[in-house]
């Protein structure tokens, strides 16, 4: 596996340590708040609600019962009375009725009485219904309802008898078309009337249903206002899985959807809820209370919310944490690009400052920033680099004292040899004057040969010393190489003219102008022609060539001679190293000062016996 970078690491840490616990956090308190609504609204308080109004329904039509059964008992007198006294008993009736409190108003849209005929004696429709429609309603209500089926059974069965639910036909004409408007739909009871012959009149009503619409109306409102769930439904259903009455109008007597819920809210014993029905798409919850006892009006009261309304806090906390995990993992991840980039970028700074170094560069400072601890790691390294610096330039300067006394001391040595030879002749030639040695003559002749010999020695030596105590170079002058390297072949030849060399200039290097002090750079290869001719035991050919290689030129110096050997190479360049009796050792040495003043370079590139190559580059112009 590759090494983490330092970002990597920090973002890992950071992420463990800042987004995970946060992620947990926000995880168990969204479960938490899910699980609370689920406990507080959906398990107690929609059944809860559903069972309150179930009992505000059950109420009323028990009040309803309760006025329906003062109507019987005097509906039995007017029964009673004999015929032709009736119709006197009848008005007293209809305003005794009158009288019940919220009867006709609030309980009732019709009551009529018909006798034990089925003949209908009395009717009267409720006060809340269109005063204009009264007498279309007066045509509807039939002379006789000996035929209807309820009629029968009241009088088969005494007791209270449910009609099914809906449009009555007193009521409304036609009822070929399915109305939404609660007030044409109604419960209907009939109820047995005993009078004192043995028989039994019927006593009828239709129980008004806005009322009822009424009351599920203001549970929705109280679902609205304190729970803020804006699109509950509130409904009535019948044992069958008819939608009886419902918050939304189109539902009015279809059944109830989806159907699994229908089946239950048809089947239920006690309050209770569902987990979670789909109508139509939305995921429902429902809470539901039955009401009506188990007589025939039975009914089971429903409240629906969509789970999206009762889980929109917890979802509103979902988004929140979501966007503040993908808010912070932003900032960590920019934090850490930031924190990691504060410290390698010092890092590198160091690792950049080092290999400068290395190369030998000690004019390097690192800028001191990235924290207390980088910081001060900056400031040791720069310390440490300026006493480097102050190391080697002392160093250097020792090294030249002591090269100087060498120097001196080499000097002093080189002169001794050429002198002795002629101070040797000088003694002889005294010594054979005063003897008046007749061959005195021939002495004075070799002493003046001896001495022309040695001060050209003498000069030879003068000059290489000269040159390598860095006479101050003359003037540069701007050269086109190959022009320049022909002419200087051409003068080194002659100057060579008495040895057996042969010296060849190949040049590649074009139109390359180099800028150089052409009689320090004619002594360099003055100097490698004469080690070349000084190794060699026969006839020596030596190549010069020149070619481009980036922004410099090389010039080549190859040479077949026997090669420089191995525990020599390394030495080459150092003053006063040299193989031969009568070598200074400086030759080489002072090539690559001339070279080093100039900007130039000089190595041996490759040896062997029969090709020694060295090279040297010169910066382009
Ligand atoms: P010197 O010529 O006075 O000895 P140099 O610095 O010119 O001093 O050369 C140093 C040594 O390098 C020589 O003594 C010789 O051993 C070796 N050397 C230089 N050039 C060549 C060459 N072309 N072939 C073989 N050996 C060489
Ligand atoms: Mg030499």
């Given at each position: 596996m590759?090494?983490?970078?330092l970002?990597?690491?920090f973002?890992i ?5 800042a ?6 956090y926000g995880w168990?308190?969204?479960l938490?708040?899910r699980d609370?609504?689920?406990e ?5 308080f929609?059944?809860?609600?559903a ?5 505000k ?6 009040r309803t019962?309760q ?8 509906s039995?007198?007017v ?6 006294q ?6 007293a ?6 009288l019940?409190p919220?009867l006709?108003?609030?309980f ?10 089925g003949d209908?004696v009395f009717w009267?429709?409720g006060?809340r ?7 279309r309603?007066?045509e ?15 009088q ?8 099914p ?8 004409r036609g009822?070929?078309?399915r ?7 109604h419960?209907?009871?009939a109820m ?6 043995g028989?039994s009149?019927?006593l009828?009503?239709l129980?008004r249903?806005s009322?009822v619409?009424?009351?599920i109306?203001e549970?929705?409102?109280?679902l609205?206002e304190e729970a ?8 009535v259903v019948g044992r069958d899985?008819v ?6 109008r189109?539902?009015y007597g ?6 699994e ?9 006690a309050?209770?809820r569902c987990e979670s029905v789909r109508?139509d ?9 039955p009401?009506?006892g188990?007589s025939?009006r039975?009914?089971?009261?429903g409240?629906?919310?969509?789970e ?5 806090a ?5 988004r929140v944490l979501?966007l503040?995990?993908i808010v ?10 930031a924190a990691s980039r504060?410290i390698?970028?010092p ?5 950049q400052?080092?290999?400068?170094i290395a190369?030998?560069d000690?004019q390097v400072?690192?800028p001191?920033?990235g924290?207390?601890e980088l910081g001060?790691?900056a400031?040791a390294?720069?310390?440490?680099a300026h006493?480097?610096a ?5 160093l250097a300067h ?5 090269a100087?006394a060498e120097m001196a001391r080499?000097?002093a ?7 002795q030879p ?12 005063a ?10 002749e070799r002493l ?5 010999e ?6 030879r030596?003068?000059?290489d010393f000269?040159s390598?105590?860095g ?6 002058s701007?050269v086109?190489v190959?022009?320049w390297?022909q002419a ?5 030849a002659?100057l060579?003219a008495?040895?057996?060399?042969t ?8 139109d390359?102008?180099?800028?150089i ?7 360099v290869?003055v100097n490698?022609?004469q080690?070349a001719i000084e190794?060699a035991?026969e006839?020596?050919i030596?190549e010069?060539?020149?070619r ?8 080549d110096v ?8 191995a525990?020599?190479r ?6 006063y190293?040299t193989?031969k009796?009568?070598g200074?050792?400086l030759?080489?040495a002072?090539?690559r000062?001339?070279?080093d003043?100039q900007?130039?370079k ?20």
């Amino acid at each position: 596996m590759r090494a983490l970078s330092l970002a990597s690491r920090f973002l890992i840490t950071l992420v463990v340590s800042a987004v995970l616990p946060l992620l947990l956090y926000g995880w168990f308190s969204l479960l938490g708040m899910r699980d609370q609504i689920d406990e507080q609204v959906v398990r107690v308080f929609l059944p809860q609600l559903a069972a309150d109004y179930a009992q505000k329904i059950e109420t009323r039509l028990e009040r309803t019962d309760q006025a329906c059964a003062i109507v019987r008992e005097l509906s039995r007198r007017v029964l009673d009375t004999p015929l032709d006294q009736r119709d006197g008993e009848l008005a007293a009736f209809g305003e005794q009725v009158e009288l019940i409190p919220d009867l006709l108003s609030e309980f009732l849209d019709l009551l009529l009485l018909a006798d034990s005929e089925g003949d209908v004696v009395f009717w009267q429709d409720g006060r809340r219904l269109d005063p204009n429609a009264h007498q279309r309603r007066a045509e509807l209500i039939p002379e006789s309802v000996a035929e209807e089926s309820w009629f029968r059974e009241a009088q088969r069965e005494r007791g209270v008898h449910y009609l099914p639910w809906g449009r009555s036909p007193y009521l409304h004409r036609g009822m070929d078309y399915r109305s939404m408007d609660p007030g044409s739909h109604h419960l209907g009871v009939a109820m047995d009337v005993p009078m004192g012959d043995g028989h039994s009149g019927v006593l009828f009503a239709l129980i008004r249903w806005s009322e009822v619409q009424a009351v599920i109306d203001e549970a929705r409102a109280v679902l609205i206002e304190e729970a803020g769930l804006a699109s509950a439904q509130v409904f009535v259903v019948g044992r069958d899985g008819v939608v009886q009455a419902h918050t939304d109008r189109a539902r009015y007597g279809l059944m109830l959807k989806p159907a699994e819920l229908g089946q239950r809210l048809a089947d239920a014993e006690a309050f209770g809820r569902c987990e979670s029905v789909r109508d139509d798409g939305v995921a429902l919850r429902v809470g539901f209370a039955p009401g009506g006892g188990d007589s025939a009006r039975a009914f089971v009261m429903g409240v629906a919310v969509p789970e999206d309304e009762l889980f929109a806090a917890s979802d509103d906390f979902e988004r929140v944490l979501l966007l503040a995990i993908i808010v912070s993992i932003i900032v960590l991840v920019a934090w850490s690009l930031a924190a990691s980039r504060a410290i390698t970028a010092p890092v590198k700074s160091l690792v950049q400052a080092t290999r400068k170094i290395a190369g030998g560069d000690l004019q390097v400072a690192v800028p001191e920033r990235g924290g207390p601890e980088l910081g001060e790691l900056a400031a040791a390294f720069n310390l440490m680099a300026h006493e480097l610096a102050v190391g080697r330039d002392r160093l250097a300067h020792a090294e030249r004292d002591q090269a100087w006394a060498e120097m001196a001391r080499q000097g002093a040595h080189e002169v001794k040899n050429p002198l002795q030879p002629m101070r040797m002749t000088a003694q002889l030639l005294q010594r054979a004057r005063a003897e008046e040695d007749p061959r005195a003559e021939q002495v004075a002749e070799r002493l003046a040969r001896t001495v022309i010999e040695q001060t050209e020695a003498l000069d030879r030596i003068a000059s290489d010393f000269r040159s390598f105590a860095g006479v101050a170079p003359a003037q540069r002058s701007d050269v086109t190489v190959d022009a320049w390297l022909q002419a200087l072949r051409d003068q080194t030849a002659r100057l060579f003219a008495d040895k057996q060399l042969t010296l060849t200039f190949a040049g590649a290097a074009g139109d390359a102008v180099v800028s150089i002090e052409q009689e320090s750079m004619a002594r360099v290869f003055v100097n490698l022609v004469q080690n070349a001719i000084e190794a060699a035991t026969e006839p020596v050919i030596v190549e010069l060539g020149s070619r481009r290689e980036g922004d410099h030129v090389v010039i080549d110096v190859v040479d077949n001679g026997p090669g420089v050997p191995a525990e020599v190479r390394e030495k080459l360049f150092d003053p006063y190293f040299t193989t031969k009796t009568s070598g200074t050792g400086l030759g080489l040495a002072i090539c690559r000062r001339l070279l080093d003043v100039q900007g130039g370079k000089i190595r041996l590139e490759s040896t062997r016996p029969g090709e020694t190559r060295f090279v040297i580059e010169l910066p382009i112009a």
